[in-house]
């Protein structure tokens, strides 16, 4: 299987949280559309220093990040960031990568924009059995 790549837009939510009680208005809500690596390895969206900057994220916390060669780097985790891809939303945290490195669209964020991989056509899809709204597993008693 080849490299998968998705176009997504990553929005700054406290922007949105900031325009949705006319604080800030609809234009200055910073977004950025960008090209991201399908990751199923990945648990967290990544992105580099220049988005961070870009959008005007917040350091929330550092974390332990580990590369796919096995290098252990020391990372801001940064958000909250809202993820849109076609019909569907997800608002997750980022590690931030130094320099200029490629997004990576992780674990966390495919599963809450309830999408499926397809290895012969190469890109990312929105899941067939739901295809209108986002569909997430709830496990509970009901008795």
């Given at each position: 299987?080849?490299?998968?790549?998705?176009?997504i837009?990553?929005?700054?939510?406290?922007?949105?949280?900031l325009?949705?009680k006319?604080h800030?208005?609809?234009?200055?809500?910073r977004?950025m559309?960008v090209k991201?690596?399908?990751d199923?390895?990945?648990?967290?969206l990544?992105?580099?220093?220049?988005?961070?900057?870009?959008?005007?994220?917040?350091?929330e916390?550092?974390?332990k990040?580990?590369?796919?060669?096995?290098?252990?780097?020391?990372?801001?985790?940064t958000g909250?960031?809202?993820v849109y891809?076609?019909?569907?939303?997800?608002?997750?945290?980022a590690?931030?990568?130094?320099?200029?490195?490629e997004?990576?669209?992780g674990?966390?964020?495919?599963?809450?924009?309830?999408v499926?991989i397809?290895?012969v056509?190469?890109?990312?899809?929105?899941?067939?059995?739901?295809?209108?709204?986002?569909?997430?597993?709830?496990?509970?008693f009901r008795?």
């Amino acid at each position: 299987m080849g490299l998968i790549y998705a176009d997504i837009e990553l929005v700054n939510g406290s922007d949105l949280v900031l325009a949705k009680k006319k604080h800030i208005g609809e234009d200055e809500i910073r977004r950025m559309d960008v090209k991201a690596l399908v990751d199923t390895g990945a648990m967290h969206l990544t992105i580099n220093e220049t988005i961070k900057d870009f959008l005007g994220l917040e350091v929330e916390e550092r974390r332990k990040g580990r590369l796919a060669d096995g290098t252990v780097l020391d990372v801001e985790l940064t958000g909250p960031i809202k993820v849109y891809f076609k019909n569907r939303t997800a608002l997750v945290r980022a590690m931030v990568l130094p320099g200029d490195e490629e997004v990576l669209l992780g674990a966390i964020a495919l599963e809450d924009l309830d999408v499926l991989i397809d290895p012969v056509r190469q890109e990312l899809l929105v899941n067939p059995a739901s295809p209108d709204i986002a569909m997430s597993t709830l496990k509970g008693f009901r008795g």
